[in-house]
Structures are given as structure tokens and as C-alpha cells.
């Protein structure tokens, strides 16, 4: 399994970008979907996870009513809206999927993708 993140870029504090994780190898319509966050210095940080079926999500406190996490089991894709974005969002973003349900421990995941950077200017 490959996961392919993309969507990230160099954005002012207010606007907003769509992160997208491709997945290809096998179909994770059965796995659970997240996003997590690192940014220099820091752990990783769980932002938000979707199972399976797309009708249930988990998000983070920190970016609730911010971003949605959403999925497209068609198209074998995972999505982060990212709206109001700040410059604490800041980070190198990684989707990643695991066989079961929510977890915000990042070794309890199976596969990761390479990430996408966010960076978030003042």
C-alpha cells in the first residue's frame, strides 16, 4: 500500500487548502483514515481520522470547527478541508491508515505516506 499525500503550500493566516491522500496498492475502504502533524521539533500530532464507511470522524480539539476530515472510497482518497487556517497550523502533514478503529497514537498505524508541507504566514 502507497499513500500520496498532496495540497499543501505556502498560505497567509484566514485562508484555507485541501489537503488529499491517494491511496494505491489495495483498497483501505475498510480502513480507518487520519491525518496527523508534525511540525520542527515537535511529535507528530493527531488532526482528524474518518473510518471506513466515512460517516464517523474523529478530529482534533485544536483544529475543531476549523478542518473536516472527509473520504472518497471510490477514488481510494482521503481529504482535509483546512479552513481559518493560523500559523500554529504550520506543519509537515502525513495521512495515514490503519485496520481498526479511531486512534490518535501514531504507531498503532500501518501505513504512512510521505506528507505534504503546510506553512501558514502572519
Known amino acids: 500500500v502507497q499513500l500520496q499525500a498532496s495540497g499543501g503550500g505556502l498560505v497567509q493566516a484566514g485562508d484555507s487548502l485541501r489537503l488529499s491522500c491517494a491511496a494505491s496498492?489495495?483498497?483501505?475502504?475498510?480502513?480507518?483514515m487520519a491525518w496527523f502533524r508534525q511540525a520542527p521539533g515537535q511529535e507528530r500530532e493527531f488532526v482528524a481520522a474518518?473510518?471506513?464507511?466515512?460517516?464517523?470522524?474523529s478530529t482534533a480539539n485544536s483544529v475543531k470547527g476549523r478542518f473536516t476530515i472527509s473520504r472518497d472510497n471510490a477514488k481510494n482518497t482521503v481529504f482535509l478541508q483546512m479552513n481559518r487556517l493560523k500559523p500554529e497550523d504550520t506543519a509537515f502533514y502525513h495521512c495515514?491508515?490503519?485496520?481498526?478503529?479511531?486512534?490518535?497514537?501514531?504507531?498503532?498505524?500501518?501505513?504512512w505516506g510521505q506528507g505534504t508541507q503546510v506553512t501558514v504566514s502572519s
Open positions: 474518518v473510518m471506513g464507511s466515512g460517516l464517523t470522524t
Open positions: 495515514a491508515a490503519r485496520r481498526g478503529g479511531f486512534s490518535e497514537r501514531p504507531p498503532r498505524y500501518d501505513y
Open positions: 496498492g489495495r483498497s483501505l475502504s475498510d480502513y480507518t
